[in-house]
């Protein structure tokens, strides 16, 4: 366990769910482990978490506040601040330094990257405004607060179709706006006709707002027809938060479905980069909280193996060279003797919040 001061085992950039939750595991394998956190989770601007088993309807700060306490029952650090530059070395006590935006440099035999994705919006007047609101983009997490109301789907990509199909399922006054730029095969149309779902064939020109920052009242389409409505669907591009990370050698690759762009891992979370594992939306855009925290859980597992793997190397080197060294001498060898990197996990880091 590394223990000196701004070295770790493990630091975990982003204190999402992902995050949060490996922290927590790691600090319950007895491994030191900092959290540098900017303190925006992504649904933030939503008034509940949903679908997260125990905790439905939580605020989303609220659920990160309860995960921080989590983290420092076991002596995990949470640090508020940004990562700025991350950088590998040869030293393998502290591989990896990450300098926080105050110029703090934190060292780490391990990296974990939970930074999460930035939803890239439309860009159409009145929209951003009640994102998180009453403009939304999953119906897993809103389509139940959302039911029965006239709801109507923005046509931003392919998957505009896919989403007036789905969001049928919560509300019977669909309505979908091709904007042009969605067109439907014969096929869609068909299936469009079947869920009684209506298409409009017209550009949204603004997102209505009651009272100019009110609930979200309609969209008005170029030429001025308005729509009333109390929901709007639609479909950000998702792109993960890996500008800093380019420098490890870290370049985002394409999601399959073109909805965006993330870090490619392996099932444990690994990267392509020695020592640098990444979970949560960072390395899957479709992952929800509940399954992000899985993500981070199993992350930290797999860095705690590794790290376990490196110890019992120098152990297995250390043991060699001293029983050569009994040999030689003719001395009895000692076979209780405990390595020293085995014995100094200590539980006497109290776990600390560092703003
Ligand atoms: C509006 C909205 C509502 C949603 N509602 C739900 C819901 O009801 N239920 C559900 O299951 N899912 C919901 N989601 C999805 C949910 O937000 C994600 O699944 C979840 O946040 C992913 O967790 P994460 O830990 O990967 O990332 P995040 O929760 O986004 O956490 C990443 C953290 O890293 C920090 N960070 C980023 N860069 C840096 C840096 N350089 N240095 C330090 N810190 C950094 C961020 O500030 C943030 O705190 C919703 C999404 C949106 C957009």
């Given at each position: 366990m590394t223990s000196e001061?701004?070295?770790?085992d493990v630091v975990v950039i982003g204190g999402g769910a992902a995050g949060l939750s490996a922290a927590l595991m790691l600090g319950r394998t007895r491994r030191s482990v900092a959290v540098v956190d900017?303190?925006?989770?992504?649904?933030?601007?939503?008034d509940g978490v949903h679908g997260f088993l125990t905790r439905e309807g939580m605020n989303p700060l609220d659920l990160v506040t309860a995960g921080r306490a989590d983290v420092q029952l076991y002596g995990g650090v949470i640090i508020s601040g940004t990562a700025v530059g991350v950088a590998s070395t040869d030293d393998p006590h502290n591989r990896f330094h990450t300098t926080l935006d105050d110029g703090t440099v934190l060292r780490s035999r391990r990296l974990l990257l939970t930074t999460g994705l930035t939803d890239v919006l439309p860009d159409i007047p009145g929209l951003r405004e009640r994102w998180g609101q009453e403009v939304l983009h999953c119906p897993f997490c809103h389509g139940w607060e959302v039911r029965d109301q006239h709801i109507g789907i923005l046509g931003t990509s392919a998957m505009s179709v896919h989403q007036a199909l789905l969001f049928r399922q919560w509300s019977s006054s669909i309505t979908l706006f091709l904007n042009a730029t969605v067109e439907p095969t014969e096929e869609e149309w068909e299936q469009l006709a079947a869920r009684g779902v209506t298409v409009v064939d017209g550009s949204v020109a603004r997102v209505l707002n009651q009272n100019d920052g009110g609930t979200l009242s309609g969209v008005e389409l170029t030429g001025g027809r308005v729509v009333p409505l109390e929901a709007l669907v639609v479909a950000p591009r998702f792109v993960a938060n890996?500008?800093?990370?380019?420098?490890?050698?870290l370049a985002p690759v394409q999601h399959p479905m073109g909805v965006g762009e993330h870090i490619a891992v392996d099932e444990m979370g690994a990267t392509g980069v020695d020592g640098v594992w990444a979970a949560g939306n960072v390395a899957n855009?479709?992952?929800?909280v509940l399954p992000s925290a899985a993500s981070g859980s199993m992350a930290a597992m797999a860095i705690n193996n590794d790290l376990m793997a490196e110890e019992l190397q120098q152990d297995l080197a250390a043991h060699r060279a001293g029983s050569a060294a009994v040999a030689s001498s003719g001395a009895d060898p000692s076979p209780g003797t405990i390595p020293s990197s085995v014995a100094t996990a200590s539980d006497s880091r109290m776990g600390a919040e560092v703003s």
């Open positions: 001061l701004n070295s770790y900017a303190g925006h989770p992504r649904n933030s601007p939503a890996t500008g800093i990370f380019e420098s490890l050698g855009l479709m992952l929800q």
